[in-house]
């Protein structure tokens, strides 16, 4: 099985850029083979090349409305649908693309994680710096379902 991990996000604003900051820092551990970690910033273009990846876990800023650096889970079983309560941060752009393509992809899950600040900056805030070896650890909890898979 082959699974993208893909950070998504500006990193220039500041909590925005959660998922580039956890997709550097995976990019630096030992992975499962098979695993690939994209950093894919603000670009959509880089959902067109997704589409040969079995699985993906997307990691990107989501508002849903809990405290700075909530952690969340969702798949597609319950929509890629932007709306509602919980909201990437990326309304259209990326996570729009990314839906088109699921058709072909079996499965995606997205870890979101609350923002605190959302301005000029290259920092995270203390809260949503906090949250990244929890954001790992969900990540690494998908990849041992893959594995379980095999």
Same mark, same amino acid.
């Given at each position: 099985?082959?699974?993208?991990?893909?950070?998504?996000?500006?990193?220039?604003?500041?909590?925005?850029?959660?998922?580039?900051?956890?997709? &550097?820092? /995976?990019?630096?551990?030992?992975?499962?083979?098979?695993?690939?970690?994209?950093?894919?910033?603000?670009?959509?273009?880089?959902?067109?090349?997704?589409?040969?990846?079995?699985? /993906?876990?997307?990691?990107?800023?989501?508002?849903?409305?809990?405290?700075?650096?909530?952690?969340?889970?969702?798949?597609?079983?319950?929509?890629?649908?932007?709306?509602?309560? &919980?909201?990437?941060?990326?309304?259209?752009?990326?996570?729009?693309? /990314?839906?088109?393509?699921?058709?072909?992809?079996?499965?995606?899950?997205?870890?979101?994680?609350?923002?605190?600040?959302?301005?000029?900056?290259?920092?995270?805030?203390?809260?949503?710096?906090?949250?990244?070896?929890?954001?790992?650890?969900?990540?690494?909890?998908?990849?041992?379902?893959? /594995?379980? &898979?095999?």
């Amino acid at each position: 099985m082959r699974t993208a991990i893909v950070g998504v996000g500006n990193s220039l604003m500041r909590d925005e850029g959660i998922g580039v900051h956890v997709a &550097r820092a /995976l990019a630096d551990e030992t992975l499962p083979e098979g695993v690939e970690v994209i950093d894919a910033g603000t670009d959509p273009d880089v959902a067109f090349d997704l589409d040969r990846f079995d699985r /993906l876990i997307v990691v990107d800023a989501t508002e849903g409305g809990r405290a700075p650096g909530t952690v969340y889970r969702f798949s597609d079983d319950v929509g890629l649908d932007v709306g509602e309560k &919980r909201q990437a941060c990326h309304d259209v752009g990326f996570l729009q693309t /990314l839906r088109r393509i699921s058709r072909s992809t079996p499965e995606v899950v997205i870890i979101g994680v609350e923002p605190e600040a959302i301005d000029w900056g290259l920092d995270l805030s203390p809260v949503v710096q906090q949250s990244i070896p929890r954001v790992i650890e969900v990540v690494r909890q998908e990849l041992s379902q893959d /594995l379980r &898979r095999i």
